[in-house]
C-alpha cells in the first residue's frame, strides 16, 4: 500500500525546554539511497525506544531512525516532563482494578526502562524521582477525583499521602490548592534534555537522520520510504509519529490531536526562593487534566505553567493564540504566587498531542510489514517509551509478555465523521471547560 502523507510537522523554536539548554548540532539529514533493515519514522519517546529495542533484538541489523525536525523539538521535548506510573483515574470494579495493574505494569516498565538508560549513559536532565501531587483548589475536585482516586489506591494497594491545608502550603511555597494526593513513583525530567540524551546514547547499529521527513511510504514485501533527499528501502518499519499517523492513513478516523501549551518562568532568585518557603521541586497535576493547570517548581527553580488544550485536526491554531495563552499563563502564575508578580514567563511553546474516543493506544501491526507505536493520550513518556518498544518486540518476533498487557488497553474506536467529529469535539472541550470552572 502507498501512503502519501499531506500534514508535516512545523514546530518553531520556542520549545522553551530546549532553550534553557546549549544548542545543539543535529544529526545530517538523509542524502541519496539507502537500504537498511529496520526503518523508524519519529524520533520521540516511542520511536527512540523503538529504534533502540530493534537494535538490541537484532544487534547484526541496520536500523534508521527519521524525524522531520530535530529531536527535542517534537512534543516529546515539549511536555511538562511527568514519566506517570499511575493512570490518571483509576477504576473501582474489579475488572476496572485489573486494568490498572496491567496500566501500571506499563508504564513502571516504561519508567524502569528510561532510568537504566539515563543512570547506564549519565543522561543530565535532571531525572527526579519525588512523585507527584495530584492536587484540587476547591472542593469538587476533591469530590469527584481525589477521594475515590485515594479509595481506588487503597484497592490496589498503592501508597499515597494526603496533603492539605498548611501543609501543603509549606510543601509547595503557595496557600493556592485546597487538598492534594501524593504518589511516590512518578519521575519528573527535563524532557527536551532527556529525549536529546537518548537520541544521542543509541546503539551503534542505528542511524538517525534529522530533518528528514517522509513524505511517501509504500509497505509491502519491503517497505519504500520517500524523502526529499534520498529514499530508505527496508525489510520493516515502525510509524512512531504521533497525531501524524492519521495522514499516513493509520487509525484515521480514530484519533484526534489537540494543541496544548506550556511555559516557563525565569529562574527564581535567592530571595524569590526564600520568600516561597526554599522549598524542593515538585509537581503537580490537576484534578481534570483537560481543564486544569499542570505546575512544576523545577530544580533550577522555574515555574512551569501547562493550560489549555485546543482541537487541531490539521496542526494548526490561531495565530493570536500563543501570545493569548502566554498571557493567561503568566496571570496563573501570579494567582498562585502573588509575592511573586515580578516574576515573568520566559519561554512559552505549544506542541501537539493525540487522543483516541477509548483512550486505547494505536499499536500494533498496521500493514504487511509496517507496525505503530502512536497515540498516547496525554501520558507519552510512559506510553510512547513502552509502545515503541513492545512495536519493537512485536516486529522482531520475541515474546514478551507486556505485548499482551498492551492489547488489553485495545485499539482506538471510530470516531464520528468529518463536521460531527469537529462539532463533539469542540462541544466537549467547552462543556468540560463550564462543569470544571469552580476547579482551576
Ligand atoms: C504541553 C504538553 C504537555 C505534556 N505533558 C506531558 C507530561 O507531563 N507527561 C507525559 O507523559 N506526556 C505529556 N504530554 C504528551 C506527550 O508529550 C506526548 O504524548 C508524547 O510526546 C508523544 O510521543 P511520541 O513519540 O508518540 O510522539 P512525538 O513526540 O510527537 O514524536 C513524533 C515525531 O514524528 C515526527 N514526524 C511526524 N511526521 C513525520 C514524517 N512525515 N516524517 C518524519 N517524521 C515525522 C515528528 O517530527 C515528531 O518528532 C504533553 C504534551 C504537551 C504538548
Redesign the pocket.
Known amino acids: 500500500m502507498r501512503r502519501t502523507?499531506r500534514l508535516?510537522?512545523n514546530?518553531d523554536a520556542t520549545n522553551g525546554w530546549s532553550r534553557i539548554l546549549p544548542p545543539r548540532a543535529p544529526s545530517p539529514a538523509l542524502k541519496g539511497d539507502i537500504k537498511a533493515d529496520w526503518l523508524v519514522?519519529?524520533?520521540?519517546?516511542?520511536?527512540l525506544s523503538a529504534a533502540r529495542r530493534l537494535a538490541e533484538n537484532r544487534p547484526g541489523e541496520r536500523i534508521v531512525l527519521?524525524?522531520?525536525?530535530e529531536v527535542g523539538?517534537?512534543?516529546?521535548g515539549?511536555?511538562?516532563?511527568?514519566?506517570?506510573d499511575l493512570p490518571h483515574n483509576v477504576g473501582g470494579e474489579f475488572g476496572e482494578l485489573s486494568g490498572s495493574q496491567r496500566y501500571m505494569r506499563l508504564s513502571r516498565a516504561a519508567i524502569a526502562s528510561l532510568e537504566e538508560i539515563v543512570t547506564k549513559r549519565g543522561i543530565a536532565c535532571n531525572w527526579r524521582r519525588v512523585g507527584k501531587y495530584h492536587a484540587c483548589s476547591a472542593l469538587l475536585g476533591r469530590r469527584k477525583v481525589l477521594d475515590p482516586f485515594a479509595k481506588e489506591l487503597d484497592a490496589l494497594g498503592e501508597p499515597y499521602r494526603w496533603v492539605e491545608g498548611a501543609a501543603l502550603a509549606r510543601e509547595l511555597g503557595t496557600a493556592y490548592f485546597h487538598s492534594a494526593l501524593h504518589t511516590p513513583g512518578c519521575v519528573l525530567v527535563n524532557?527536551a534534555a532527556l529525549v536529546r540524551g537518548l537520541a544521542a546514547s543509541m546503539p551503534p547499529n542505528v542511524t538517525l537522520h534529522e530533518r528528514?521527513?517522509?513524505?511517501a511510504l509504500e509497505d509491502g514485501a519491503t517497505v519504500k520510504a520517500t524523502t526529499p533527499d534520498g529514499n530508505i528501502t527496508a525489510k520493516g518499519a515502525i510509524l512512531?509519529?504521533?497525531?501524524?499517523a492519521r495522514?499516513f492513513g493509520v487509525f484515521k478516523g480514530r484519533i484526534v490531536t489537540l494543541a496544548?501549551?506550556?511555559s516557563l518562568s525565569r529562574p527564581l532568585t535567592e530571595d524569590e526562593h526564600q520568600s516561597i518557603g526554599a522549598v524542593q521541586d515538585w509537581g503537580l497535576t490537576p484534578a481534570n487534566a483537560f481543564t486544569g493547570v499542570?505546575m512544576r517548581y523545577t530544580p533550577d527553580r522555574r515555574i512551569l505553567v501547562?493550560h489549555h488544550f485546543a482541537y487541531a485536526p490539521q496542526f494548526t491554531r490561531p495565530a493570536d493564540e500563543p501570545a493569548r495563552v502566554r498571557a493567561g499563563h503568566e496571570r496563573i502564575l501570579h494567582e498562585r504566587f502573588p509575592t511573586l508578580k515580578s516574576v515573568n514567563i520566559e519561554h512559552s511553546w505549544?506542541?501537539?498531542?493525540?487522543f483516541s474516543r477509548n483512550s486505547a493506544p494505536g499499536f500494533g501491526r498496521v500493514g504487511s510489514n509496517l507496525f505503530a507505536?502512536?497515540c498516547?493520550n496525554?501520558?507519552?513518556?510512559?506510553?510512547?517509551t513502552i509502545?515503541?518498544l513492545l512495536a519493537a518486540d512485536l516486529a522482531t518476533g520475541c515474546d514478551n509478555p507486556l505485548i499482551a498487557d498492551m492489547e488489553s488497553l485495545g485499539t482506538p474506536n471510530a470516531l464520528p465523521p468529518g463536521p460531527f467529529l469537529d462539532l463533539s469535539v469542540r462541544a466537549r472541550l467547552a462543556l468540560e471547560n463550564i462543569r470544571w470552572r469552580a476547579e482551576r
Open positions: 502523507p508535516f510537522p514546530e519514522i519519529g524520533a520521540g519517546f516511542a520511536g527519521v524525524d522531520a525536525h523539538e517534537g512534543a516529546s515539549r511536555n511538562s516532563g511527568f514519566a506517570i524532557p528528514t521527513r517522509i513524505t512512531a509519529v504521533n497525531g501524524w495522514s496544548g501549551y506550556g499542570t501547562r505549544r506542541g501537539f498531542l493525540c507505536a502512536v498516547q496525554g501520558v507519552g513518556v510512559t506510553k510512547g509502545g515503541g
